[in-house]
């Protein structure tokens, strides 16, 4: 190998020599071409290490955020959360119907707790050893919404971001501190990040909770097409016609 | 190349470096089905269809950070054709027997096989190129990671706990000795071709 060589390419490229070495440097490209066919080489290496490790952490970021939505389209047709077993749903769904032979009312509206799926958090996925985000992750998917709010509280004190934001505002929600969990809403809906469109649908079922169905069909006709529940936006328009 | 005109679709290309989710899920909602359906209809099954676009994603990923991706056809149009080469190199990998491929499918842009061909060299120079990079020695790919990432070489020193001198020194050798290999798989690529 041609240590001199490589030495002289690198410091070229890092304007350290002095001008007379670089004229000399220049001529050398002009007149041997296998040496300025190297020094292309050179620069080019250069350039592809630049794009595998300059972009390292935005690299493995994509990926993941492209992992979790293919995931997301491609298995679309199962059930999203699958908390509960399939003869749970069947018993669910017995009973549901025999309440619905009880107090059949002919109320064509939809309710608040048809459309209400507060979802699964994943805050720790990467070893966090954060006591407050562990727990906040664990009452939340236990469904104990009243003791997951101190923590997300705690959380957002150190770290404001929008996921957490989120798990807080339904947490607010599901605890019936509607003007709270609003508020928690409109700032994510007027942000920028992932969470938007989804603040957007949890603004309308809170409508929808306080029957303001009007206002509920406004918010929900706001919503983006690419939101990743689009279907059950249409299905609750569908329902408030 | 003679620059075209860039198409309105190049905001997929910029929405694709940005990691923006929404723009992801819009190419997977309107461009992903397609190709679904080309490769279950040509010996393909749904997880290598997703395997398909989940790597086409992240060349596109790769050439928009390299900045080397104008888009100048539909980006539909690139997407189907680029994940479609890349099944049909798949299945010629993988069999040894003849293939039944539905060619009529295929709607042949101009510009966009164009793109396709630039995205595949693009993509076969950055194989050659992490093959070389295996290649290396251990400290020759620490050096050359941490140079790349931290840039400021002062650090990339107090890191490795070496002196300034040092990893300069290494790091030109590093460069030096990728550039050398792929002087000689250039050198011997036109040796072939002629």
Request: proline share 2%; hydrophobic share 35%.
């Amino acid at each position: 190998m041609n240590e001199e060589r490589y030495i002289l390419f690198d410091q070229y490229l890092q304007g350290e020599m002095t001008v007379e070495e670089r004229n000399s440097f220049e001529k050398e490209v002009s007149e041997n071409p296998e040496f300025a066919a190297e020094f292309i080489t050179f620069k080019n290496v250069q350039v592809q290490l630049e794009n595998k490790f300059g972009h390292e952490q935005e690299r493995e970021a994509f990926i993941e955020n492209l992992s979790d939505i293919a995931d997301k389209h491609f298995n679309k047709d199962r059930p999203k959360v699958v908390l509960m077993r399939p003869w749970y749903y069947a018993a669910a769904a017995s009973v549901a119907i025999l309440f619905g032979l009880f107090f059949f009312d002919y109320n064509q509206n939809p309710s608040f707790n048809d459309y209400n799926h507060p979802g699964q958090a994943h805050f720790t996925e990467r070893s966090n050893t954060n006591e407050s985000l562990i727990q906040a992750e664990k009452t939340f998917n236990e469904r104990k919404f009243k003791e997951a709010i101190p923590f997300l509280e705690a959380v957002l004190k150190e770290n404001k971001t929008s996921e957490i934001q989120y798990y807080y505002g339904v947490s607010l929600l599901q605890t019936g501190q509607d003007k709270e969990s609003e508020a928690v809403f409109n700032e994510l809906k007027s942000g920028s990040s992932v969470y938007k469109e989804k603040a957007l649908w949890n603004l309308a079922l809170l409508k929808l909770k306080q029957k303001d169905y009007n206002g509920c069909k406004e918010i929900l006709e706001t919503i983006s097409q690419d939101y990743e529940d689009y279907d059950e936006v249409q299905e609750l328009l569908h329902a408030l016609d | 190349m003679e620059k075209s005109k860039i198409h309105p679709d190049q905001k997929y290309i910029e929405g694709i470096a940005a990691n923006d989710s929404a723009i992801i899920r819009s190419i997977y909602k309107n461009s992903v089905p397609k190709v679904v359906f080309y490769i279950m209809n040509n010996s393909g099954d749904k997880d290598q269809a997703q395997d398909v676009v989940q790597e086409i994603m992240i060349l596109l990923f790769n050439q928009a950070k390299a900045n080397t991706l104008l888009l100048t056809c539909p980006f539909d149009a690139y997407f189907f054709l680029l994940c479609k080469r890349k099944w049909l190199n798949e299945l010629k990998k993988t069999s040894n027997n003849g293939v039944t491929i539905n060619e009529d499918f295929a709607s042949i842009n101009e510009s966009a096989l164009e793109l396709v061909q630039e995205a595949e060299q693009f993509d076969e120079k950055q194989q050659l190129f992490d093959t070389m990079f295996q290649k290396l020695g251990d400290k020759c790919q620490e050096v050359l990671k941490l140079s790349f990432s931290i840039k400021s070489m002062e650090e990339v020193a107090e890191k490795l706990n070496v002196t300034y001198g040092y990893v300069r020194k290494k790091k030109s050798l590093c460069v030096g000795q990728l550039t050398q290999w792929i002087q000689e798989a250039k050198n011997f690529k036109s040796l072939k071709n002629n």
